[in-house]
């Protein structure tokens, strides 16, 4: 299994340009997370979804909007880049209660925005 | 509402020394905590975890230990090595919850 993948890896945007953050899973989790971690700083999470057709908003929402339609990908898109989203962005995603709640993650993407 | 802090956000130890890691978290109504390691670079990975029904776990070289009465968690790491180099997070998911809270992280250091 490939795990978590991200793409791409790296990304510069001018501000006010979009942009759609690529997450796909292989392990049939119904769950997926996305997070975004500032310098120094802990995960925060943007959106979530329990389950393909279902999502819903994390601690951070603001400029971001989020998709499921299938059960292996949890695209996240930006809508009028900010410098204030400059950060690195990590999709995870999870089996899901009552079976497990251990988040598996992506290696990121790393968003710069100017 | 949730929160999940550490104590600690730097903590450096002796190439063979015992590592703690220490957290505490304010939702007496969580029930499940986790523990993950952050190299640089790379999307965080799963250490250990302890449901609240526990108040230990170890895994190979790792130990957990949740203290309920007054909300803290912590890390063992036995015979710290260089690769234990990374940030540590604790995070915690409240009962019922379809998600987890994370700490703001401890940056362990290995002195030779």
């Known amino acids: 299994n490939a795990g978590v993948t991200q793409t791409p890896k790296f990304r510069i945007l001018k501000i006010g340009q979009s942009m759609t953050l690529q997450c796909a899973q292989d392990?049939?989790?119904?769950?997926m997370y996305w997070y975004r971690q500032d310098p120094g700083m802990g995960l925060k999470l943007i959106y979530y979804s329990v389950g393909a057709g279902i999502t819903d908003k994390g601690e951070v929402p603001n400029g971001y909007n989020v998709s499921r339609s299938t059960t292996e990908d949890f695209p996240l898109r930006l809508e009028l880049a900010a410098p204030s989203q400059t950060s690195v962005y990590f999709c995870?995603?999870?089996?899901?209660?009552?079976?497990?709640?251990?988040?598996?993650f992506g290696p990121g993407t790393r968003l710069t925005v100017t | 509402g949730e929160s999940v802090g550490l104590h600690l956000p730097t903590l450096s130890v002796q190439e063979g020394d015992n590592s703690i890691i220490n957290c505490a978290y304010s939702?007496?109504?969580?029930?499940?905590f986790i523990w993950y390691k952050q190299e640089s670079g790379k999307g965080p990975q799963f250490i250990i975890d302890?449901?609240?029904?526990?108040d230990k776990r170890q895994g190979q070289r790792v130990t957990v230990l949740l203290n309920k009465t007054v909300k803290h968690l912590s890390l063992q790491i036995a015979a710290t090595q260089p690769g234990d180099s990374a940030v540590y997070f604790c995070a915690e998911r409240g009962a019922g919850a379809q998600k987890l809270v994370f700490g703001q992280g401890t940056r362990l250091t290995i002195n030779p």
């Open positions: 995870a995603s999870s089996r899901g209660q009552p079976i497990s709640y251990e988040q598996y």
């Open positions: 939702n007496s109504a969580s029930d499940y």
């Open positions: 392990m049939n989790h119904n769950y």
């Open positions: 302890i449901r609240s029904n526990m």
